[in-house]
T-cell receptor
């Protein structure tokens, strides 16, 4: 049990579908993140939220739309995805954001394995 | 230059061996450095932070060279359970998030 829970664990969707990924953290952290992990590529940062405010969008296409209603929940809304968007989507949380190592240790959820057909 | 660069391996070593992983990073302003471990089809988990003076945690030793922008991880007396992918991680320019290397795969065999 990592304290960060993601649902669903697996998702198959068509290119015309709309779906949402959900992340919940039970650690009392203020910052939450979406990362994408594709085969043979490093984890790619997608979005950062700090105290519910989006502080970073790493040039992510608009077919990915994040939502952070509160510090404990983070969603990733998906629509008109492409097959190359198939990947493991990982949510993470940390106490805060900042240069101190104590602030930025990230705890990850188990991820949602997404397949776009 | 990639933000965080690692030799992907794989490193195949016998039990008991000593193995070293290296990593370079491009952002000279980075302040936080970590090694994460990721098991197959699992999420990454923090292995250890890396401090300027170098630090040790049991069989694991991490070193940081800020001048060369270089981080290392040394594993002594390798165990079968050490088999995993080791991710070099630094914080980004704004200090707001972690940037991951591709990872180095280690396979320890009996």
């Amino acid at each position: 049990e990592t304290g960060v829970t993601q649902t669903p664990r697996h998702l198959v969707m068509g290119m015309t579908n709309k779906k949402s990924l959900k992340c919940e953290q039970h650690l009392g952290h203020n910052a939450m993140y979406w990362y994408k992990q594709s085969a043979k590529k490093p984890l790619e940062l997608m979005f950062v939220y700090n105290f519910k405010e989006q502080t970073e969008n790493n040039s992510v296409p608009s077919r990915f739309s994040p939502e952070c209603p509160n510090s404990s929940h983070l969603f990733l809304h998906l629509h008109t995805l492409q097959p190359e968007d198939s990947a493991l989507y990982l949510c993470a949380s940390s106490q805060g954001t900042g240069p101190s190592s104590g602030d930025t240790e990230a705890f990850f959820g188990q991820g949602t394995r997404l397949t776009v057909v | 230059r990639k933000e965080v660069e690692q030799d992907p391996g794989p490193f195949n070593v016998p039990e008991g061996a000593t193995v070293a992983f290296n990593c370079t990073y491009s952002n000279s302003a980075s302040q936080s450095f970590f090694w994460y471990r990721q098991d197959c089809r699992k999420e990454p988990k923090l292995l250890m932070s890396v401090y300027s003076s170098g630090n040790e945690d049991g069989r694991f030793t991490a070193q940081l060279n800020r001048a060369s922008q270089y981080i290392s991880l040394l594993i002594r007396d390798s165990k079968l359970s050490d088999s995993a992918t080791y991710l070099c991680v630094v914080n980004n320019q704004a200090g707001t998030a972690l940037i991951f290397g591709k990872g180095t795969t280690l396979s320890v065999s009996s």
